[in-house]
Antibody, heavy 118, light 108 residues
Framework: QVQLVESGGGVVQSGRSLRLSCAAS????????MFWVRQAPGKGLEWVSL????????YYADSVRGRFAIARDNSDHTLSLQMHSLRIDDTAIYFC???????????WGQGALVTVSS | EIVMTQSPATLSVSPGDRATLSCWAS??????LAWYQHKPGQAPRLLIY???MRATGIPGRFSGSGSGTEFILTINSLQSEDFAVYYC??????????FGPGTKVDIK
């Protein structure tokens, strides 16, 4: 079954760290660029980060650069997002997204909720 | 950064009617535009890419048009399962990839 399943969400205090994972199945994971996209409560979608198919190239939104790190393990078909120095405004549902060749998201996970408390 | 805008914020439509959603880019993005459908608690779903190409499995009642800075998503004969929030996204100039604020289609 072609799917992405996120895990690792939860409640964390401001300033602490959290690591999200995404398990991919049903497609050749190592061939595709992957994204993280988030949705804050009551807000729209916000792109967070991108990693190339081989992991050599990474990009970040200004709001998370220097605090978040995207990585992938192609042997294990997993994508991760290590989040440090979390802030209240990082509270959101984080979606793992497979990018099609044109770099739009053609497969999305159900999302993992991250709540940052004071 | 390319800014995406959408109109209207909310569209009230009766089942069986047509819905027309608009999306604008702050600068030309060619046809590098995607539309997504998002229902609460679910994964967003790709509807349209390349401004007018339907994604795999998307019903024919969904159609996209436009190029440059103006784009339209049309949903003909709305079904109950079509009530959702719709987002446009540009993938011409990145980073960042940018989304519009969304249009909520609800039942009239």
């Amino acid at each position: 079954q072609v799917q992405l399943v996120e895990s690792g969400g939860g409640v964390v205090q401001s300033g602490r760290s959290l690591r999200l994972s995404c398990a991919a199945s049903g497609f050749n994971f190592s061939s595709y660029t992957m994204f993280w996209v988030r949705q804050a409560p009551g807000k729209g979608l916000e792109w967070v980060s991108l990693i190339s198919y081989n992991g050599r190239n990474t990009y970040y939104a200004d709001s998370v650069r220097g605090r978040f790190a995207i990585a992938r393990d192609n042997s294990d078909h997993t994508l991760s997002l290590q989040m440090h120095s979390l802030r209240i405004d990082d509270t959101a549902i984080y979606f793992c997204v497979k990018a099609a060749r044109g770099l739009f998201g053609d497969l999305w996970g159900q999302g993992a909720l991250v709540t940052v408390s004071s | 950064e390319i800014v995406m805008t959408q109109s209207p914020a909310t569209l009230s439509v009766s089942p069986g009617d047509r819905a027309t959603l608009s999306c604008w880019a702050s600068q030309s993005i060619g046809i590098n535009l995607a539309w997504y459908q998002h229902k609460p608690g679910q994964a967003p779903r790709l509807l349209i890419y390349g401004a007018s190409m339907r994604a795999t499995g998307i019903p024919g009642r969904f159609s996209g048009s436009g190029s440059g800075t103006e784009f339209i998503l049309t949903i003909n004969s709305l079904q109950s399962e079509d009530f959702a929030v719709y987002y446009c996204q540009q993938y011409m100039n990145w980073p960042p990839f940018t989304f519009g604020p969304g249009t909520k289609v609800d039942i009239k």
